[in-house]
């Protein structure tokens, strides 16, 4: 991926650095914990990995300009293009896999709660500086201080588990694969 910014309403395919899968979700519940919309990494593509970008929950669902590049350590929500529904998570809720904190998909048409929120942490570049697609980022779950991680281990083939990791290693890390 090109040194692109990456922009506010503008759908992106994420995918986890260390195993190429790319974040993913589909109208499938979760068979335990909150029952929503299961979020899993994918080791194909198709058009279940489009996430909108957009600012945090609390003021309107379009509350940055589309358009605007987004900086480091800003909060975002990213928005599944497919369903509608915000990554999402909530503390103290765990996944039945690897106990770690669940991730899911939650809300209807982009509006959901404070626990879509999450502060962008670009690898290696200083605050309010662009996130530009080729970079290394962290998603941190603003609610719980949980990493967006994910790791072997679904009982689905060619997929990998999600979940909020409450430390940091090379699990955590994501990069852009495609802008729309």
């Known amino acids: 991926m090109a040194e692109v ?3 506010y309403g503008v759908p992106i395919k994420l995918v986890h650095h260390a195993t190429h899968h ?8 979760l068979g335990s914990g909150t029952h929503q919309q299961e979020v899993t990494g994918f080791g194909s593509r198709d058009d279940n990995d489009w996430w909108i970008v957009k600012g945090p929950d609390g003021n309107g669902p379009w509350n940055c300009p589309i358009g605007t590049p987004v900086l480091n350590h800003q909060i975002i929500r990213l928005e599944h293009l497919a369903t509608g529904k915000n990554l999402h998570s909530s503390p103290g809720v765990h996944s039945p896999s690897s106990h770690q904190q669940e991730i899911c998909a939650f809300g209807e048409h982009g509006v ?12 290696g570049q200083p605050p309010n500086t662009p996130w530009f697609g080729n970079h290394h980022i ?28 409450d430390r940091r290693d090379e699990n955590d890390f994501w990069t852009v694969e495609r802008i729309a």
Do not use: C, F, M
Not at 22 to 29: G, I, K, Q, R
Not at 112 to 123: A, H, Q, S
Not at 140 to 154: A, E, F, P, T
């Open 138 to 165: 962290r998603l941190i779950h603003v609610q719980s201080n949980h990493s967006l991680h994910s790791h072997h281990g679904h009982k689905i083939r060619d997929q990998q588990e999600i979940t909020g990791y």
């Open 112 to 123: 959901g709660d404070v626990n879509d929120n999450w502060r962008l942490e670009v690898e």
């Open 22 to 29: 790319s974040l993913h979700s589909h109208p499938h519940a």
């Open 5 to 7: 910014p990456i922009r």
